[in-house]
Structure formats: C-alpha cells, structure tokens
C-alpha cells in the first residue's frame, strides 16, 4: 500500500499538487481538511457553539455519529454530511472561521484520524493531505512531504482564485497558521524525515516533476 503524506500551512499548494501526484500515480487522494471542515458544519448545524470549551464533549459525540463523506471527483473534493452536499458550504465563512476550534478538540481529531485511515486502507494507498498526516496519521508514510510558501505568496494566491485584500488575506493566514500551530494536539509541524518543498517560486508542474522525482 503506497501512502504519500503531504501536510503545510493553509495556501501552499499542497490540494494542487497532491492531486497531480495522485492522479500520475493512479492513486486516491484525501483531503483530510475537508473532514474537520464536514465535522465544523455538521456542529453548527446543530446550534454548537465550536469555540465554547464547555461545547467539547458534544462536539466530539457529534463528530462521532456525524455521516461524513468525502471524495474526489473530478479533482475537486466532494462532501456530503448526513447525505446532504455541503461541498459549497464548507468553504464559507461560518466553517472557516471556525474550523480551527474544532481541530483542537482531541475527540474529534481522534476520530477523524481513525476514519482516514480507514478511508486509505479500503483503497489500498492514496496521497493524504493535511497538517499531521507525517506525524500523527501515517508516521511510516513511503514519503512525506511539507509543502509551504511563504504568507504573502499564499496571501497572493488566494486573492487571484477568490478576490480580497491582500493584507486583509494574508493577516488572516497567519493567525490560522499560528492556530494550527500552537494548539496541544497534534500541532502543524514538519514530520521527521519530511521533505520541505517550497513551493514560493515554483509552478505547479515544477513542484510536482520535484515530487516524482523523490519517488522514482
Ligand atoms: O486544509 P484546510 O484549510 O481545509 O483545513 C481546515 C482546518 O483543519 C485547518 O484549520 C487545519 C485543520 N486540519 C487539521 O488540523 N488537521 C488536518 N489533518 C487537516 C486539517
């Protein structure tokens, strides 16, 4: 079973890249950023206030009993909470603002880590993505990649895809890195025997022929 874990800050490029190298691997891809964003919907939704501490408890049962699924189709990540399609929704900014709250719960992270690991032994190896698949999920990953760039050029990036202001942008990148970061439970770091890919003056093609490179 082939796993490539790419974990990196928030903008890097890791979405873009992971997919490029799943698919010329013909492998699955996992977006595990995309569960803890279904998990966050799943508990607004439900009237929880995430970033309550007191809340802890509930939103860990939530993300226990939560139906979530998440899959690529047509290279793009599709999810869908209790069968609805949130997809859309959990891009927005109800979720995002609040999504790093609920990675910080340890129930939550403990369950999501299970159901990933799940999710790649059903089929048989994918490249997974998110902030502690190196260390934390898959530690005996074949390779393990932290993807990064720095904030401005992140910051740059997003304001092509979606618009916005670029100090506005790349202010709120790095309090989401400071958060991912700083927070007691499986804190965004680099992975022992991680390879740190800067992706600041590269296109994606450049970082990909990179990737492949340290597979062949
Ligand atoms: O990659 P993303 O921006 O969709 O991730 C959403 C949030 O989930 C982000 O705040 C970091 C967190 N996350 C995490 O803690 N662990 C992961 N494996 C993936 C994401």
Redesign the pocket.
């Known amino acids: 079973m082939t796993v490539i874990a790419i974990?990196g800050p928030?903008g890097a490029g890791?979405?873009t890249v992971g997919r490029a190298v799943a698919s010329e691997l013909g492998v699955g891809y996992l977006?595990?950023?995309?569960?803890?964003?279904a998990v966050t919907y799943a508990v607004l939704r439900r009237g929880v206030d995430p970033a309550d501490l007191d809340e802890a408890e509930r939103v860990g049962d939530i993300a226990r009993s939560a139906q979530i699924l998440v899959d690529d189709v047509d290279g793009a990540t599709h999810v869908e909470v209790d069968g609805v399609d949130v997809t859309t929704e959990i891009r927005g900014r109800g979720v995002?603002g609040l999504?790093?709250a609920?990675?910080a719960n340890s129930a939550v992270?403990h369950e999501?880590v299970a159901r990933?690991r799940a999710w790649v032994s059903d089929r048989g190896g994918a490249v997974v993505?998110?902030?502690?698949?190196g260390s934390v999920?898959f530690p005996d990953a074949d390779l393990k990649l932290y993807v990064t760039a720095s904030a401005r050029v992140r910051a740059e990036r997003r304001v092509a895809e979606i618009g916005g202001d670029i100090d506005e942008v790349e202010a709120s990148i790095i309090e989401?890195d400071r958060?991912?970061s700083s927070?007691a439970d499986?804190p965004?770091v680099e992975a022992s025997g991680a390879t740190v890919v800067d992706t600041s003056g590269l296109t994606i093609d450049e970082v990909v022929e990179q990737i492949l490179d340290l597979l062949s």
């Open positions: 974990d928030a890791k979405s977006d595990t950023g995309a569960m803890y964003r995002t999504v790093s609920v990675a992270r999501l990933q993505e998110g902030r502690d698949i999920v989401r958060k991912d927070r499986s965004l």
